[in-house]
């Protein structure tokens, strides 16, 4: 019996170290978003992008601030929002571990003509944020035609009058992974740090891999299974979850 | 020391190595890393002598020039040497050793989503290549294939070993007689040449390996393509889940030294 506390016991200390680390990040985000909520109010009519050219460097310290999680940030306008393009996105990614200097521009491809077009409009993690009106971690998902890695986006809703922008941070899974493992420090049983639909953000077990879908038989054998961030599991739906032998 | 040309097979591997470099360097720097990767792969061995210089530019396809920049960062790093005259040339004058502490960094910064994707990536190669020499290695493939599988498991130096099991896949693309394939391969063998493969402390694991090795060639030497491809994937899996395994380790060992 105190086999299992003691693992209980860590999964919560792990939940929490996770859950702080995120928590953190999406509180500076949410600044930012509020930031881009009265900008637009105090525009007058439909903005133009230099409304906004705040967030280049609100942007740029939050990465380096995060820069333990974070790999890269941005904003994505609501269709039609701004007087200049129907579809705008902005987002930076940090520079290489090592390696100093501003967060670089990322381009995407918004030719809806070209087999690279980046419609962000349909994908999840502008989605999902839009129509709830709440922040969201959506993933992991592999953003191809954006970083092309697998990657977990946490999303803040910035409502405008002109309509609901979507400001994101982007999570690497190999990134989260050193957290979860330093925080776990443990080998026996079998741990998995679990996304919404069942895919795996990282675990302590060489056979479940990052980024797979967990199987069935293994989700048969689930001893323990706690909320990752039990005070607000729609913002972080994640579960950590320790395996029978 | 007697120098030995080295052989047509050799230069053929090393043209294939063209492509694993990373982005951004020059044609002269590319070519430097092409050499090194040979050598770290074992393709190339200390007393094997370069074609001349005219030769081997032509089969690199770059000019005498570009090719003596190459040789100049090769010769700095004591890498090679080079003498004038008729028996003259460049000699391979060591291997690269990539110290322990090296390669443990390298493994615990990759992560284990990388090294999935790179496990993929090999059991993918390693399998359709397995599949393909069932029905086309010779003879001659299928006794080198048993060869190789051999001396690796007869090889007691970690790093040696290594070296054996690399060559044993490249060897099984090659018998598929696909040179993208082979080529593939070779880069997949020299990026995972750069990780912690750890000290054979399970001789149980390490033999469970030289097992899959020979399943493999009986299969192909059985021209049982289906029983090849099987167990060419179930080989990676397994060096997979090995190598996420060490990178699991060292992870949290660099966690409780913090």
């Known amino acids: 019996m105190r086999d299992v506390e003691t693992v209980r016991a860590t999964l919560e200390r792990t939940a929490e170290a996770i859950s702080f680390s995120i928590g953190s990040v999406f509180e500076d985000l949410e600044k930012i978003a509020g930031a881009v909520t009265a900008a637009a109010f105090n525009a007058r009519g439909v903005p133009r992008r230099s409304a906004f050219h705040f967030l280049k460097q609100d942007l740029a310290d939050f990465i380096s601030q995060h820069s333990g999680v974070i790999v890269g940030a ?70 191809f035609g954006g970083i092309n890695v697998n990657i977990i986006t946490l999303c803040v809703p910035a409502p405008t009058p002109h309509g609901t922008h979507i400001l994101g941070g982007d999570l690497t899974l190999a990134k989260l992974e050193g957290v979860f493992l330093r925080a776990l420090q443990l080998r026996d049983p079998s741990v998995v740090l679990l996304g919404p639909n069942g895919r795996v953000i990282a675990s302590n077990d060489a056979r479940i891999a990052s980024g797979t879908l967990i199987l069935d038989d293994d989700m048969r054998r689930v001893e323990e299974s706690l909320d990752v961030s039990p005070g607000n599991p729609t913002r972080l739906p994640w579960k950590l979850i320790s395996l029978r032998q | 020391m007697q120098n030995t040309a080295i052989s047509t097979r050799a230069l053929d591997l090393l043209l294939l190595l063209r492509g694993s470099e990373p982005e951004g360097l020059g044609r002269a720097d590319q070519v430097s890393y092409q050499i090194e990767t040979a050598i770290l792969m074992g393709i190339l061995a200390e007393g094997d002598r370069l074609p001349t210089e005219s030769v081997l530019a032509g089969e690199l396809g770059i000019s005498p020039i570009t090719l003596r920049q190459s040789l100049a ?35 615990r910064d990759t992560s284990t989503e990388s090294l999935r994707d790179l496990g993929d990536l090999r059991a993918a190669i390693a399998s359709m290549s397995a599949r393909l020499a069932a029905s086309r290695a010779d003879p001659q493939n299928v006794a080198h294939l048993m060869d190789l599988a051999k001396r690796h498991a007869d090889t007691a130096d970690e790093r040696a070993r290594r070296r054996m099991d690399s060559r044993f896949h490249v060897a099984v693309s090659i018998a598929s007689q696909s040179s993208r394939l082979t080529s593939a391969a070779l880069q997949l063998e020299a990026e995972l040449m750069t990780l912690w493969w750890g000290h054979a402390e399970k001789s149980s694991s390490q033999s469970i390996l030289a097992q899959q090795h020979m399943a493999i060639v009986d299969a192909i030497k059985e021209r049982d393509p289906d029983a090849a491809a099987e167990a060419a994937e179930l080989h990676s899996r397994s060096e997979t889940e090995y190598l996420i395994e060490q990178h699991l380790k060292l992870t949290m060992q660099a966690g409780e030294d913090a």
Not at chain 1, 82 to 111: C, I, K, M, Y
């Open chain 1, 74 to 143: 941005g904003i994505a306008y609501a269709p039609g929002s701004l007087a200049e393009a129907p579809h705008w996105l902005e987002w930076w990614r940090a520079q290489p571990a090592g390696s100093s200097g501003e967060p670089r521009f990322v381009t995407h491809d918004l030719n809806p003509d070209s087999l690279n077009y980046y419609d962000y409009t349909s994908r999840e993690w502008f989605t999902a944020p839009s129509a709830s009106g709440k922040p969201v971690a959506v993933g992991p998902y592999v953003d």
């Open chain 2, 73 to 107: 960062a090769l010769r700095t790093k004591g890498l090679i040497e080079t003498s004038r005259g008729r028996s003259g040339g460049s000699v391979i004058r060591r291997q690269i050793e990539l110290t322990d502490t090296q390669l443990r960094h390298k493994l």
